[in-house]
């Protein structure tokens, strides 16, 4: 869902682990990067079991990704591509915290 018009737009993702950022385009080719979400800044990931995202394609299928000055609401093609998303974006960003010492 965007972030200054609440509207669903489809964005294609990035992980990039020695870069530690999770990048999103609005092509599928990687031509338009729209942002990036760093390892460092993300707070938390979960299911947004409340429904909180208004109009959600899918609310079965919405996830959450927070960091410090935005959340992110998410849609997965299916269950098991977000059980997959959610736990390469945790660990990912738990893997970071990791070298913080």
């Given at each position: 869902?965007?972030?200054?018009?609440?509207?669903?737009?489809?964005?294609?993702?990035?992980?990039?682990?020695?870069?530690?950022?999770?990048?999103?385009?609005?092509?599928?080719?990687?031509?338009?990067?729209?942002?990036?979400?760093?390892f460092q800044a993300i707070e938390e990931v979960?299911?947004?079991?409340?429904?909180?995202?208004?109009?959600?394609?899918?609310?079965?299928?919405?996830?959450?990704?927070?960091?410090?000055?935005?959340?992110?609401?998410?849609?997965?093609?299916?269950?098991?591509a977000m059980r997959i998303w959610m736990d390469?974006?945790?660990?990912?960003?738990?893997?970071?915290?990791?070298?913080?010492?």
């Amino acid at each position: 869902m965007g972030g200054k018009i609440k509207s669903w737009k489809k964005r294609w993702f990035v992980f990039d682990r020695l870069k530690r950022t999770f990048s999103y385009y609005t092509d599928k080719h990687e031509t338009k990067l729209k942002g990036v979400i760093y390892f460092q800044a993300i707070e938390e990931v979960y299911y947004d079991h409340l429904r909180s995202a208004t109009k959600s394609p899918n609310p079965s299928l919405t996830f959450c990704v927070k960091t410090h000055d935005r959340l992110y609401y998410m849609v997965a093609p299916s269950p098991e591509a977000m059980r997959i998303w959610m736990d390469v974006i945790v660990t990912g960003a738990e893997g970071y915290t990791q070298f913080m010492t």
